[in-house]
T-cell receptor, first 110, second 112 residues
């Protein structure tokens, strides 16, 4: 079992829909990151969370440390949100190493 | 513009021919790291550096070397590349633990 599991692996939505991507992890963590990988391959850091909730534009990220679970929400989705979304954790015991989920491929159709 | 610059973007090489992928950041970040991305395996950390002359292994360090002689540069060295090192490589940097990462554009390496 991977330390970081994302669901779903693939997600197709219609423009305007509310989207949720989930990330579960099995170790104690000091931080969790959400990344976006564009179709061209470039990676952008969206959020870094250690507790609670963060919001940036139409994106909202939450984390529940006790349940070892994080969610990324996209409100009013748009075709330009189509990308791979990747969850990564820095565990309490692995120093500076990041462990990544396999990513969620999101496609938003007009 | 704040950025992480990786070179080259694409590289095809032959087995055993030493190569270096360069990574440079202009944000005075202390922490830099290298990752490889493979289908079905996702991103995996190769090496990281917490500051000048301080480096440590990630999850898949075999076959790679790094150095951090200056704060801005963190090259990835493949002394004797093999076909199983064919992959998409990313360099990233961050100020410290409470901040997000800035990624380079990636280097697609093919070893034949």
């Amino acid at each position: 079992k991977n330390e970081v599991e994302q669901s779903p692996q693939n997600l197709t939505a219609q423009e305007g829909e509310f989207i949720t991507i989930n990330c579960s992890y099995s170790v104690g963590i000091s931080a969790l990151h959400w990344l976006q990988q564009h179709p061209g391959g470039g990676i952008v850091s969206l959020f870094m969370l250690s507790s609670g909730k963060k919001k940036h534009g139409r994106l909202i990220a939450t984390i529940n440390i006790q349940e070892k679970h994080s969610s990324l929400h996209i409100t009013a989705s748009h075709p330009r949100d189509s990308a791979v979304y990747i969850c990564a954790v820095r565990s309490e015991t692995s120093g500076s190493r990041l462990t990544f989920g396999e990513g969620t491929q999101l496609t938003v159709n007009p | 513009e704040a950025q992480v610059t990786q070179n080259p973007r694409y590289l095809i090489t032959v087995t055993g021919k030493k190569l270096t992928v360069t990574c440079s950041q202009n944000m005075n970040h202390e922490y830099m790291s290298w990752y490889r991305q493979d289908p079905g395996l996702g991103l995996r950390q190769i090496y990281y550096s917490m500051n000048v002359e301080v480096t440590d292994k990630g999850d898949v360090p075999e076959g790679y070397k790094v150095s951090r002689k200056e704060k801005r540069n963190f090259p990835l060295i493949l002394e004797s590349p093999s076909p199983n090192q064919t992959s998409l490589y990313f360099c990233a940097s961050t100020r410290t633990w409470g901040y997000g990462y800035t990624f380079g554009s990636g280097t697609r390496l093919t070893v034949v």
